[in-house]
Structure formats: C-alpha cells, structure tokens
Nanobody
Framework: VQLQASGGGLVQAGKSLRLSCAASGSIFSINTMSWYRQAPGKQRELVGAITSAGSTNYVDSVKGRFTISRDNAKNTVYLQMNSLKPEDTAVYYC???????????????WGQGTQVTVSS
C-alpha cells in the first residue's frame, strides 16, 4: 500500500489550497483518514481526521477554515484549506488506517508529505 499526497504550494495569506491524498495497492477497507502537519522546529500535530462514517474533528486552530472530506471509491482524502495564515506553513502528511485483506489487522500508513507555505 502506498499513499500519495499532492496539492501543496506557496500561497499568500488569505488564499486557499486543496490537498489530496490517495491510497493505492491491496486495500480491503480504510478506517480513519487523517491529516497531520509539522512546522520547522515543532512536533507533528494532528490537523484533523475523518472516520469511515464521515465524522470529522479538527484542531482548534483550523476550525472554521479547514474542511476534510473523503471519496471512498477513490480511496482519497481531501483537505480544503481556506483563509490560510502564515502559521499554517508546514509539511502536511496524510495518515490512513488500512486493512489490506478481510483477515488483516489494521495498519497505519503515512504519505510522503507535501509542503504548504503561506506568505504574509
């Protein structure tokens, strides 16, 4: 199983970006899909997550600005980021909980990370 993240870039404050992360390979089911981020010199933090039932949760700093959605047919999660701020600058990582077969235990997979830079 591989996760491929895309959509990062350099934007001005107040603008929007949409990140995507798609899983490929042997997949039976995907439970929670999450986005994390890591800014220079800081620990990786959970930005938000979406369960297989569609429930979402977000870190307080992005509530009302970021939206997570998923397309189960495409094994893909999205992160719509609006009203971006310089403090949102970080490498963003996707994280999926995946079962490869009906008898496989759930495993955690990470994407390679995509850089988001917000200029003031």
């Amino acid at each position: 199983v591989q996760l491929q993240a895309s959509g990062g870039g350099l934007v001005q404050a107040g603008k929007s970006l949409r990140l995507s992360c798609a899983a490929s390979g042997s997949i039976f089911s995907i439970n929670t899909m999450s986005w994390y981020r890591q800014a220079p010199g800081k620990q990786r933090e959970l930005v938000g997550a979406i369960t297989s039932a569609g429930s979402t949760n977000y870190v307080d700093s992005v509530k009302g600005r970021f939206t997570i959605s998923r397309d189960n047919a495409k094994n893909t999660v999205y992160l719509q980021m609006n009203s971006l701020k310089p403090e949102d600058t970080a490498v963003y990582y996707c994280n999926f909980r995946i079962r490869e077969t009906i008898i496989s235990p759930e495993r955690i997979y990470w994407g390679q990370g995509t850089q988001v830079t917000v200029s003031s």
